[in-house]
């Protein structure tokens, strides 16, 4: 458990051992956006990967182009299967002598495994360094942040979200809801995590893991394990953006990168769904989505699911949602509250409403016009 479930009225996240928030939810929401909080991440993972070879090596295997990345150079990465499915969405960043990979929470034993069966004789070293280093988040440049660099940490890793990568693209028309996303991730040894708490006061306070997945979905922000299922591409969610560098040469799933945005589309497509506030209710992770008034009909199909929501301290009830590619950008939604399990034609369960704010649009990829053959 963590050093941060010791301060006032903090609630646990029971899933993660980390704090869900600290009894203000949507007041987090705010310090956190404004800089005046830092968010307890240390439920994350941490592998460390060191050797000569280690920056060539990742980037022979992974989406992003790592050889060059300058010390202290904050990029985030995808390991794909053979298929172009999303197997691990890394953050990365090299200290000059060791790179930093950080993780969802469960995985970084999962990927040290992997790593290690790579590794054949290449100079490199892979540890899981996730019960020796935590991580702590704040945004902006704020004072939640000065106070995490005036205690020394190991590394800060600096979300790319902001802006297009070198070598990447965004499917998202005009501008961007992450391009004011200022998000730093700062590495600090487990012993030092009290040192932090210590820190907090009148001008810095602490937000937990709602008020962070708030900011994150309105930011269309993907996450792992809050929007990846097993059959997830980077083009879904406008990942191509800051993980994907499509010049880059060869790695394990390429070609499903390659031909999904070159000749393809990609099957389903991330929105924002802005929810009907009505009943003050917020559907569950994996709840399904319908077209508009087709919800409570046993025999209606859904279009999509919804990968997480979220009551936002502007925007009110909002999610992300999976859709099928071929859903109309402007078309009403419903969503079916309740169990995500249940069975899909049972028609039980509230209806809440809901309209489609576009992430990625149904046209995305096909980027090349590769004229058709003539035939006999």
């Known amino acids: 458990m963590s050093v941060f479930l010791d301060l006032p009225a903090a609630i646990a996240d029971e899933a993660t051992g980390v704090a869900a928030h600290y009894g203000e939810p949507l007041r987090e929401q705010r310090a956190l956006e404004g800089g005046t909080a830092v968010v307890d991440l240390s439920h994350r993972g941490i592998v460390v990967v060191s050797g000569d070879d280690r920056l060539s090596w990742l980037n022979s295997m992974t989406s992003q182009q790592l050889t060059g990345l300058r010390p202290g150079e904050s990029t985030e990465t995808l390991l794909l299967d053979p298929n172009?499915?999303?197997?691990?969405?890394?953050?990365?960043?090299?200290?000059?002598?060791?790179?930093?990979?950080?993780?969802?929470?469960?995985?970084?034993?999962?990927?040290?495994?992997?790593?290690?069966?790579?590794?054949?004789?290449?100079?490199?070293?892979?540890?899981?360094?996730?019960?020796?280093?935590?991580?702590?988040?704040?945004?902006?440049?704020?004072?939640?942040l000065r106070l995490l660099r005036e205690l020394n940490p190991e590394v800060e890793w600096v979300d790319p979200w902001q802006g297009v990568q070198r070598g990447g693209v965004q499917y998202a028309r005009g501008e961007h809801a992450g391009a004011h996303w200022e998000f730093t991730q700062c590495v600090f040894a487990r012993d030092r995590l009290a040192a932090?708490?210590?820190?907090?006061g009148p001008d810095v306070r602490a937000a937990g893991l709602m008020a962070l997945a708030a900011l994150e979905v309105r930011a269309w922000r993907p996450t792992q394990h809050g929007d990846l299922d097993e059959r997830s591409i980077a083009h879904e969610f406008d990942w191509m953006r800051t993980a994907v560098h499509l010049t880059k040469g060869c790695y394990r799933g390429q070609e499903?990168?390659?031909?999904?945005?070159?000749?393809?589309r990609p099957p389903r497509r991330l929105t924002l769904l802005h929810l009907d506030g009505f009943r003050g209710e917020l559907p569950v992770p994996g709840a399904l989505v319908y077209l508009a008034d087709t919800a409570k009909d046993p025999e209606a199909r859904p279009v999509g699911r919804i990968t997480r929501a979220t009551l936002h301290y502007e925007w009110g009830g909002i999610a992300l949602a999976l859709l099928k590619r071929s859903v109309p950008e402007d078309a009403e939604l419903e969503v079916r509250?309740?169990?995500?399990?249940?069975?899909?034609?049972?028609?039980?369960?509230?209806?809440?409403?809901?309209?489609?704010?576009?992430?990625?649009?149904?046209?995305?990829?096909?980027?090349r016009d590769i004229p058709r053959l003539k035939r006999l």
């Open 84 to 144: 172009g499915r999303i197997e691990y969405a890394i953050r990365v960043v090299d200290d000059g002598t060791q790179s930093w990979l950080l993780v969802d929470e469960g995985l970084a034993e999962r990927l040290t495994a992997f790593l290690t069966r790579m590794r054949f004789a290449l100079r490199v070293v892979v540890a899981n360094r996730s019960e020796d280093f935590a991580v702590v988040g704040a945004f902006g440049n704020g004072a939640a």
């Open 196 to 200: 932090v708490t210590a820190g907090l």
């Open 256 to 264: 499903t990168v390659a031909k999904v945005h070159n000749l393809g």
């Open 337 to 367: 509250s309740g169990d995500a399990g249940a069975d899909p034609k049972s028609s039980e369960g509230d209806v809440i409403a809901a309209s489609q704010e576009v992430i990625v649009p149904a046209d995305a990829g096909a980027s």
